[in-house]
């Protein structure tokens, strides 16, 4: 056996000498023809171009298709039968090429790597490669695969791209998210890691034959550092619970190191344990199933069932290799799963992603049968249920007739279960569903671009970024701090008591986050009680009351985002998506040394906080950090951050692909979780931050509209304190808003709250005008700004505005003292206060003012001004602007805003009631004239009588 090894290992070996001998001369052929030289081989060891030429023709009839071994062996024995010498084999060669030959010797010839960026070398590669009209797609993909960077060509290939366009479209990914990761790694000055710092194992990739494998989940680069590196990057931290660790320590769980040469020493080959904070890495199996469309498809049948009480949609699918379950209706149906399990999908389409888990002996009500069978929990389209061939090949004796749709069960000869397909009835129902125009203005989202292909790739590509994390967030730059005032004394607070019912939820809750490694006991000298808040759900909510440590701690001053600004960088914007981000205060760690003041107490014991609690006074700021420190390449830009709401924006649908990519890049890079469910995807219409956002621009959101027309008359200071916080939040789309809610705000006084008429009036006035609010445009700032303003003898008015459309009303209530300066000061009051209002629209920029004041329009011509006035003038210094005069009649929109009707005026009034069927049944039962009626028409259907038309 080793003879025969070694016999082959030379013939290999002979081979390949014999290949760089061709690749020689043919380097020295192309020379000459390119100096134009005359095709001509020169005599070596006695033979002629005559011979050559007769060799040649005798090559051409030797079979030389098929393995390209088997070719190469075949050519040798040519050679050995016909006593060639060496040079002359590669000259015989290289004459006998064919078309496909010369084809890949030109292209092996003009081949460029990427030595520059990614899209030079697209564009080397695709000048290149436009010649060669016979070069198969196969070989194009694999020489522009070998071309790419050895770290990006690794990274698209386990994506597994088929084509050509495949393999540049996942490369154009890879290569925008790592240029928007250098940018990110830049501004937080993060250093990449060094070779020797770390072994790496990478799952292979097979190109048998030139075809990729398809049913393979792409497995994840996990990277162990060795001991005594100086890794800061830590590997992610499984979090183990009492139960698991002590499992870990009696099994003594350990891993070999791989010896790479031969005689080494055996202190390489000794076991050494594995850490328990060290990445436990699992088998993931390889499940495929049929892509699933609204339609029922060749191969499968749609039928109703019922899971744990709920109808749903089942799809029988022969095309599935397991049983599925979608997510959701686990979720919602709570369904116990096992998250252990892990295993990837292969659609269809080529694409990958996670499972979630698996529910074993899930009950399934079918038509006549019960079914009971394990489920894998993954993310399905219109079908809530799977069942594949794991069920299939369980019922015995089957007979399905798919051109009607029919499917039989037979067992020992008699008939079992029979069962139709109903996929046309399901389909019309999601059709109804997802037509229904209320449901879309209820959510205020609009949009059908979620279902276009390449926002299904870059979900499917980043399917973990949506799943629930079972490690402890990695360290950052931004861990939380709790900076406390010097000299004072640990907080330590008893808790509260509390009621039976609430001490097992407390349990149960400090069980599971001990489990989850979320905390961990404790023994610090502080110490918070811990509440329980009802949820609407009906389930409780774990807080912990940091009220004394909040009162000790220094403020953190990093700057909270203004709703107001953020939504002025959208102009131009048409497409949007909102992410948000799962837990997100948990998932930041806290700093080693301030853990201890996270510590809370309850009735059985003392714990404390791994990651960031919800309660704490800095835990905004320092999340907002985080977040504009992660994106700051991309604000103001595609992004906006608001504490945990993301919302990407941009111009079109296909800007709109990249910027998505980029942003669920540094997601998964930065070990951020996304919340699926609360997640839209490309979208034209999204809700955000209270207000509908739109290419049409900024409205309010209508369920808020809702509940301030639903609220109740206050009672007390702190309701009437809640609807004025509530419509105040959308006071820059309310014309007259100070005035129209002044009498309100009076009550909010010590010692003055007394409802009467005028409070009422004004309460209903303030509903009045929410109803009203009209759709502001967001600012373009290539375009100059317009103000509008007017005073009235009791208020101020203003509108800010482009071309006519509204971008933000301000209105304010005039003092006493104020409502008896003169006209003139009063509307100076006007221009100086709006200005001041919108001053970040107005610096650096030329813009008009409106007013009906006409001794305003020479304001900054005027020698003298009265000493009364100049405090007012001083404050438009640094603003570069023009006034025009327009008398109010025609600034109607301003003069609204300053005045307000006091004197409700009611123009129609409608009113809702239900239709009792019965009572029209009765009444027509004794209506003679309508039973005749009935009579004709049960005779004639076509009978129209005296009825008009």
């Keep these: 056996m080793e003879e025969r090894l070694e016999g082959t290992e030379k013939e290999v070996l002979s081979l390949k000498e014999m290949m760089l001998e061709m690749k020689k001369s043919m380097d020295r052929l192309a020379d000459e023809l390119r100096e134009n030289q005359s095709y001509k081989m020169k005599e070596e060891s006695g033979t002629s171009d005559r011979s050559i030429m007769k060799m ?108 050509l366009e495949e393999c540049m479209m996942a490369a154009q990914l890879v290569n925008d998210r790592n240029l928007a990761l250098k940018l990110t790694q830049a501004e937080m000055g993060i250093m990449e890691p060094k070779r020797n710092e770390a072994t790496t194992t990478k799952v292979p990739w097979n190109n048998d034959k030139g075809s990729m494998r398809k049913n393979e989940f792409q497995m994840k680069q ?11 990057g830590e590997p992610p931290v499984k979090r183990l619970s009492d139960a698991e660790f002590r499992a870990r320590l009696d099994k003594g769980p350990c891993f070999r190191k791989e010896s790479t040469k031969e005689g080494e020493s055996s202190d390489t080959q000794k076991i050494e344990p594995l850490e328990i904070n060290q990445l436990e890495v699992l088998e993931e199996a390889v499940i495929e199933y049929r892509a699933i469309t609204n339609l029922t498809t060749k191969g499968t049948m749609k039928l109703r069932g019922v899971v744990k009480g709920k109808e749903i949609t089942v799809l029988i699918d022969s095309g599935a290799t397991h049983n599925f379950i979608h997510c959701e209706l686990v979720i919602e149906r709570k369904i116990p799963i096992d998250r252990n399990t892990q295993f990837g999908v292969t659609i269809g389409d080529g694409t990958s ?37 794991q069920w299939l090949d369980t019922t015995g004796t089957m007979k399905i007739h798919w051109p009607s749709l029919t499917m039989v069960f037979w067992k020992e ?22 037509n229904d125009y209320k449901e879309s203005k209820k959510t205020g989202q609009q949009g059908d671009e979620e279902g276009l292909p390449m926002i299904q790739f870059l979900l499917n590509q980043y399917s973990d970024v949506f799943d629930i994390p079972t490690t402890l967030p990695p360290k950052r730059a931004v861990d939380h701090r709790i900076f406390t005032m010097p000299g004072q004394k640990p907080i330590n607070v008893r808790p509260y008591k509390y009621g039976h019912q609430q001490k097992e939820e407390i349990e149960k809750l400090v069980t599971e986050m001990l489990q989850t490694g979320i905390i961990r006991p404790s023994h610090s000298p502080f110490s918070s009680p811990v509440l329980l808040v009802k949820k609407k759900d009906g389930g409780w909510r774990f ?65 404390e ?94 369920d808020k509209v809702r509940s301030m027309l639903q609220w109740p008359q206050p009672q007390d200071i702190t309701g009437l304190r809640g609807f004025l916080g509530l419509t105040g939040y959308y006071r820059r789309f309310v014309k007259s808003y100070g005035e129209i809610a002044a009498p309100l705000t009076k009550l909010l006084q010590k010692n003055a709250f007394k409802w009467d008429e005028n409070a009422t009036l004004a309460f209903e006035s303030l509903k009045l005008a929410m109803t009203t609010i009209p759709v502001l445009v967001l600012p373009d700032w290539s375009l100059p700004f317009m103000i509008e303003t007017d005073a009235s003898g009791s208020g101020l008015g203003a509108v800010l505005s482009q071309n006519g459309h509204p971008i933000a009303f301000f209105s304010q209530k005039l003092s006493p003292r104020a409502q008896s300066k003169s006209i003139y000061e009063r509307e100076l009051m006007a221009v100086v206060l709006s200005v001041q209002k919108w001053r970040h629209y107005l610096l650096g920029r030329r813009f008009t003012i409106i007013s009906d004041q006409k001794a305003l329009k020479f304001l900054s011509e005027q020698r003298e001004v009265q000493p009364q006035f100049q405090k007012w003038l001083t404050k438009l210094l640094g603003n570069d602007f023009e006034i025009l005069y327009q008398p109010g009649l025609q600034n109607k929109a301003a003069d609204a805003l300053s005045r307000m009707d006091h004197q409700l005026e009611l123009k129609a009034m409608s009113t809702a009631g239900i239709v009792d069927m019965e009572t029209v049944t009765k009444e027509v039962d004794k209506d003679e004239e309508l039973q005749l009626i009935a009579q004709q028409l049960q005779t004639d259907r076509h009978w129209r009588g005296n009825i008009p038309c």
């Design 56 to 163: 040649k023709g005798k090559m051409e009839e030797t079979d030389i298709t098929g393995e390209v071994n088997t070719h190469l062996v075949n050519r040798k024995h040519f050679f050995e039968i016909n006593n060639l010498p060496e040079a002359e084999k590669v000259k015989v060669a290289v004459v006998s090429f064919g078309q496909d030959e010369v084809d890949w010797y030109r292209w092996s010839h003009n081949r460029k790597k990427q030595g520059g960026s990614y899209n030079d070398y697209v564009k080397k590669f695709v000048n290149y490669s436009a010649p060669l009209p016979h070069m198969t797609e196969s070989v194009l993909r694999d020489a522009f695969l070998t071309g790419l960077e050895p770290a990006l060509q690794a990274e698209v290939m386990s994506r597994h791209p088929q084509t």
């Design 543 to 607: 807080c912990v009351d940091y009220g004394k440590l909040n009162k000790i701690t220094i403020a953190d001053k990093f700057p909270i985002p203004v709703i107001e600004e953020l939504l002025d960088e959208l102009h131009g914007a048409t497409v949007f998506s909102k992410l948000d981000l799962k837990s997100g205060y948990h998932q930041i760690r806290m700093k080693e040394e301030d853990i201890e003041k996270t510590a809370f107490r309850t009735h059985e014991g003392h714990y």
């Design 222 to 232: 996990i990277t162990i550092p060795l001991k005594g590196s100086n890794h800061k």
């Design 609 to 702: 906080f791994m990651v960031m609690p919800f309660g704490l006074t800095n835990a905004p700021a320092t999340f907002q950090s985080l977040m504009n420190q992660v994106f700051k390449p991309f604000l103001r830009r595609c992004v906006l951050i608001f504490f945990d709401d993301i919302l990407v924006y941009s111009s079109d649908i296909t800007e709109h692909e990249r910027h998505l990519g980029m942003v669920f890049a540094i997601l998964r890079d930065n070990q951020l979780y996304a919340n699926r469910k609360k997640c839209v995807f490309a979208h034209s219409q999204i809700q955000y931050l209270g207000h509908i956002i739109s290419k049409h621009g900024v409205e309010a959101d209508q």
């Design 413 to 434: 000869g008699n008939k079992t279960w029979e069962a139709e397909d109903q996929g046309f009835l399901i389909d019309w129902q999601d059709y109804e569903i997802e």
């Design 353 to 389: 992603c996670k499972g979630k888990g698996i529910c074993s002996q899930v009950e399934i009500q079918l038509e006549g049968l019960k079914v009971v069978t394990d489920l894998l929990v993954v993310e399905l389209g219109k079908v809530d249920v799977v069942l594949g061939m």
